[in-house]
């Protein structure tokens, strides 16, 4: 994997990046309301939105307000909250970890419930524990996040107690523990996913001629399966994985209003009720800007798996 790989993959970012800012620039202009009334109320006579309006310049052109918008972007100036009256970047700074930790856990669930079920399916393909794992997936990936959550909830908070309800905790120990039932209710759908690809990698990988050359040289089946099978079956589940990351930020939105976790997924559900533009405006640049280095992520790992994908 050479420089200038990561360097080309760098620089794919930046015209995603410009289309993101142009879609949110567009899109929050086009919601219901207008920032004056957000920040003064509905009682805001004409000259105090006159006022706001030209505080903030929206009554430039819009070709003025984009480059306006995009310079302070630029600058790390992601404006104020209207309705928590602070600037934009502490909201997302103090409300991000927890969101982050909750995706990263809920990841990690994943691959720790995907890799070992999807060898034994794999190995067992068609028989008893193989079809057990793959019913047992296919009943997770059909329900609703949100319904997996309601039921995680009611029996190991709610009835069993022993997790707590809803809260985030006040240290590493307290936070691991509060979102624990989050995340794992998160893996469960994306485990599902994983295991199913993983599965029919395995499988394929298995018929391999160089697993056969390798069983021929009296390899030991645990070389085989940890040289040979996983690194190769694993390079399309690592693709999946970095795809499926969106789909996990969007599932932190649902199960943090679920489990009453303070992260930016709550957060933007209360701003968009709240008309808060420049805190959505900013939580939305910002998971873009997380899914493209995860992207990126993905694809260096995929090209450590596959150095022929770098060249």
Not at 43 to 58: C, H, M, P, Q, S
Not at 60 to 69: A, E, G, K, T
Not at 141 to 165: C, D, E, H, K, Q
Not at 258 to 284: K, N
């Amino acid at each position: 994997m050479g420089f200038f790989y990561i360097l080309r993959r760098l620089l794919l970012i930046i015209p995603t990046l410009i289309v993101i800012l142009l879609v949110t620039f567009v899109i929050v202009r086009l919601l219901p309301g207008d920032p004056a009334s957000a920040m003064i109320g509905d009682r805001a006579t004409d000259a105090d939105v006159a006022r706001i309006n030209a505080e903030l310049g929206l009554d430039q052109p819009l070709p003025i307000q984009f480059l306006y918008f995009v310079k302070r972007i630029v600058t790390g100036d992601l404006g104020t909250s209207f309705a928590l009256h602070l600037p934009v970047a502490q909201v997302i700074a103090e409300r991000l970890p927890i969101t982050l930790m909750l995706t990263g856990l809920s990841a990690l669930f994943a691959v720790i419930l995907a890799v070992p079920l999807a060898f034994i399916a794999a190995l067992s393909q068609d028989r008893a524990a193989d079809l057990a794992i793959r019913e047992a997936f296919q009943i997770g990936l059909s329900m609703p996040v949100f319904y997996i959550g309601l039921v995680l909830l009611t029996i190991f908070a709610a009835n069993l107690r022993w997790f707590p309800v809803g809260g985030y905790g006040d240290d590493f120990g307290q936070r691991l523990y509060h979102l624990f039932l989050p995340a794992l209710t998160i893996a469960f759908s994306l485990s599902a996913i994983l295991m199913r690809n993983l599965r029919a990698a395995i499988i394929g990988v298995l018929g391999a001629d160089y697993v056969n050359f390798a069983r021929s040289k009296g390899l030991a089946t645990r070389i085989i399966l940890s040289r040979h099978v996983l690194r190769n079956a694993l390079i399309s589940t690592v693709t999946l994985l970095g795809l499926h990351i969106g789909t996990v930020v969007g599932s932190a939105v649902i199960t943090e209003t679920v489990f009453a976790i303070p992260g930016i997924g709550r957060l933007m559900i209360d701003s968009i009720y709240a008309r808060d533009y420049p805190v959505v405006q900013g939580l939305t640049i910002v998971l873009a800007v997380l899914v493209s280095l995860i992207f990126l992520a993905t694809d260096l790992v995929q090209a450590a798996l596959d150095p022929r994908v770098a060249r």
